[in-house]
Structures are given as C-alpha cells and as structure tokens.
C-alpha cells in the first residue's frame, strides 16, 4: 500500500512539475498608433463612458 501511495504520489508530483515547465504566460497586447488615433475620433462623438467601453472591448479582442 506505501508503494503504490508513493508511486501516486509521484505521479502527481511529475504532472505538478510538469505544468510548471510547460506553462506560456501570455504577452500582453496593446493598442497599435492607428487603433489610438481611430478612439480618439471616435471620443468626439462618444461620451467618457462609451469612449471606456470601446477601448476595453478592442483590449479584450486583441487579448484574447
């Protein structure tokens, strides 16, 4: 039984590790000049919070 615990043990050690290894943190993308230049056309048209939403969503597609 302390055999087969340990073997499990074990094997549940490798795969932790194993994840560890082989974990790929994202890159973070941000807004290109052009995309800036494009909201900020937009803000004259768009109120603060509209102007916040746009952004975001843009963030969100690009992040994805």
């Known amino acids: ?3 087969f615990l ?3 043990s074990g094997a549940l050690f490798a795969m932790f590790v194993s994840g560890i290894v082989n974990y790929k943190k994202s890159v973070w993308v ?3 000049d ?3 230049d ?3 056309s937009a803000t ?3 109120e ?3 102007t916040v939403r746009a952004i975001e969503a843009k963030l969100k597609d690009k992040n994805l």
């Open 1 to 3: 039984m302390i055999d």
């Open 6 to 8: 340990l073997m499990v």
């Open 30 to 32: 941000g807004l290109t």
């Open 34 to 36: 052009e995309e800036i």
């Open 38 to 40: 494009a909201l900020e």
């Open 44 to 46: 004259d048209t768009l």
């Open 48 to 50: 603060f919070p509209q």
